[in-house]
């Protein structure tokens, strides 16, 4: 009798159900593949690994800032109980006397409206210190407030840490009461000196804040930031450093709390001068930029910084509106929120915090694109091989899972198509930005009564979070298409949502419709809905 071999066995017909069962087997089994006569799993083959970064990337401690899109700013010293924003330095320290002061209760607001931060003026500009200084008297400690014996900065270092909020800390470059002002030397030794008390005696600071703020005619004065962020990084390592010019982030170049269109992370920070840098680079940054410094965008509550009793604040609407062009265009949020005379969050403020908490909550609480069935143009590795770039990481919330194309394409395209029609007007879009910035360019498309597409809206940059609104679109199947990329794009978050608190109203005739960048108009009307009553 002929032996039969594995070969022979191999090569014998089989029937077509038996062809169906093992082509089926085959399918399902995508972990396994063949090699000879054996089965192999994919887990023994090498991992594909990620792409290359495409340069720059932000550093750890950056990272960990940009995961936070929100900060308060807390403006507090004489100046609010002098009803002024730039004090002169000569106001007497017995001003300075809140009757109630309770750090506890502006991190709680601050917790519960959403913001993991709070950055506090340790001094402005009139060189008044909430901390009692060594290094002068013009401070808490010539105050009657807790009888000469008060510390606003360990108080509130106190209450954040038991909130779990993060620190930073304000301290003005700019000093109008100290005498060595002006004299280069001995006033930088000064500045360092009381930035070394900050930054040794209240526990970790997330955030040192600096800018170039000076008033005209003042004495001329050569700030050494070198040496000041040598300071910084030696005893807070962890800690971003803010001003025009970076090094960790930069200011978006206004006090609107309001981005451009168009704003890519990476910049040069040798284009830039604290102090002096040109307000459209701030606000663009630099897609060929050597140095990864995004931008955080400050804006008050109300229309000063500093606390004044005949002020009242922003709506929430307006809020939610700075919220769209500063968060939603790849920044920070740096919303000052000036406690009062007494020493507390005034309660309108407060009020208003908690409106514009339930309408960021209303809106983006539920992404309408989990519903849908992804697939893409391409995946990094091959479609059926590699869940580790697959479309559907864009449903997964965090920057460390993303959807990769596959190498060297260029069609870069996600579709989704939902079971049902859905409704929604805001789009959000995510990089990994860990390996860069990349998006130069993308829309978004909708299939026109199943026939054709449709272009909805586009845009530029997208970074950390990029959020685009656009009147109310009712659709089935949509296509977001990257039309141009630093590299390989790389999506980590793709979002939908229906804002039914700000209404888009078009002026312009342009049919195209891509309308991202002012074109659409948002009128602050209410609709019909629970949470327009308290606005």
């Known amino acids: 009798m002929k032996k039969e071999t594995m070969a022979s066995r191999c090569a014998s017909p089989i029937s077509p159900n038996a062809f169906l069962s093992l082509f089926t087997l085959s399918i399902s089994l ?45 403006h507090f010293g004489p100046n609010t109980f002098t009803d002024s924003e730039w004090g002169s330095g000569h106001a007497d320290p017995s001003v300075f006397r809140p009757t109630r002061l309770d750090a506890a209760q502006w991190v709680g607001v601050a917790k519960q409206a959403g913001f993991s931060r709070v950055i506090l003026t340790a001094k402005h500009h009139d060189g008044f210190c909430l901390w009692p200084s060594e290094y002068t008297d013009y401070s808490v400690r010539s105050s009657p407030w807790r009888g000469g014996r008060g510390d606003v900065v360990a108080e509130l270092s ?57 008033g005209e005619g003042e004495k001329d004065m050569d700030y050494y930031f070198e040496s000041w962020f040598s300071l910084i ?40 001068k604290i102090g002096g840098t040109d307000p459209q680079y701030s606000r663009s940054g630099d897609p060929v930029g050597h140095d990864w410094v995004p931008a955080e965008c400050d804006v008050s509550i109300r229309p000063g910084w500093f606390w004044h009793a005949s002020e009242v604040p922003k709506s929430a609407r307006t809020l939610l509106d700075i919220y769209y062009k500063s968060v939603g265009r790849n920044c920070l949020l740096l919303l000052n929120v000036p406690p009062n005379s007494s020493g507390l969050i005034s309660e309108e403020d407060v009020q208003v915090l908690q409106e514009f908490n339930e309408l960021r909550g209303s809106i983006f609480d539920e992404n309408l694109a989990r519903s849908a069935l992804l697939s893409a143009s391409s995946t990094r590795g ?49 990089e990994p930005i860990q390996l860069g910035q990349r998006v130069i360019q993308f829309h978004l498309d909708t299939l026109n009564n199943g026939e054709e597409w449709r272009q909805v809206i586009n845009g530029t940059t997208v970074g950390y979070q990029r959020l685009l609104q656009f009147p109310m679109l009712e659709t ?7 039309d141009k990329s630093r590299g390989d794009p790389l999506i ?44």
């Open 158 to 214: 106190s209450a954040a840490r038991d909130a779990g909020v993060g620190l930073g800390l304000y301290l003005s470059p700019w000093d109008r009461h100290e005498p060595l002002y002006g004299r280069t030397v001995e006033y930088n030794e000064f500045y360092m000196g009381q930035m070394a008390e900050l930054l040794t005696r209240y526990g970790e600071i997330k955030e040192v804040w600096l800018d170039g703020a000076k």
């Open 492 to 535: 980590s978050y793709l979002g939908v949502y229906v804002d039914s608190f700000s209404i888009l109203t078009e002026t312009s005739t342009n049919t195209s419709q891509t309308h991202a960048n002012g074109s659409w108009v948002i009128m602050k009307t209410a609709r019909d809905n629970p949470l327009s009553a308290t606005l």
């Open 30 to 74: 995508l972990s396994v593949s063949s090699v000879g006569d054996c089965l192999v799993r994919s887990a023994d083959s090498p991992e594909i690994p990620p792409p290359l970064p495409v340069l720059p990337i932000p550093t750890s401690r950056q990272l960990r800032w940009q995961s936070s899109p929100m900060a308060l700013f807390l």
């Open 382 to 430: 091959g479609m059926m091989n590699n869940s580790r770039f697959s479309p559907e990481n864009v449903l997964k919330e965090g920057i460390y899972s993303y959807w990769a194309p596959e190498e060297n394409q260029s069609d870069w395209t996600l579709h989704l198509r939902f079971q049902e029609k859905v409704k929604f007007n805001v789009l959000q879009v995510q």
């Open 476 to 482: 089935q199947e949509l296509r977001f298409v990257i």
């Open 233 to 272: 990084r030696q005893l807070q390592p962890r800690a971003v450093i803010f001003s025009d010019a970076g090094p960790d982030t930069r200011w978006i170049g206004d006090e609107a709390g309001v981005a451009s269109s168009t704003c890519w992370s990476p910049f040069n920070r040798s284009s830039a």
